[in-house]
């Protein structure tokens, strides 16, 4: 069963979900910043959905799970350096409206597309050959990838918003997309 499936009144749903999703990827994109007011109005309306497609009690634990195992998934990337912590509070506010399983498939998915952007996002902006360089010294060495503090650099760095969004859409709205 895919969550945005079915009724009227979960397709809407499901629409605010995409929404509010898209105003962040792209707000992402704009000022490589995901605003906490964005990730509250998600997770606080994944609470809210949640809880009305299933009794309170098993609806705040669906909720709390989604929420749980976006975050457990992302954070690791967070601690090497590799994604803002606004990435990972967006992702964990998505699973409030997916659920544990369906979290888990969309973080499968953002972090496959996210690895494909990235690859472009470095290629374009370093050229193939350094791109390739970059890589092969990350093989041991990860923290080369997380990049520098300076306004410069964080202007350059890929909006991985986009990744988290696409994959968090995927769970939502394609069936049966990896597990269940």
Known sequence: MRPFGGTPIVTLAGIVFTTILMIAAVGDVRTRRI???????????????????????????RAGGGFGTGLIFWLPFYALGWLGAGDVKLYAAAGAWLGPMRALDGALVGALSGAVLSLIWMMRAHGVQESVRTLGLAAGTPQVLAPSASPAAKRSTMPYGVAIAVGALCAGWLPRLIFS
């Open 35 to 61: 605003p906490n007011s964005i990730v509250a109005i998600l997770a606080l309306t994944g609470i809210a959905f949640t809880v009305v497609q299933h009794p309170v009690l098993p609806g705040l634990a």
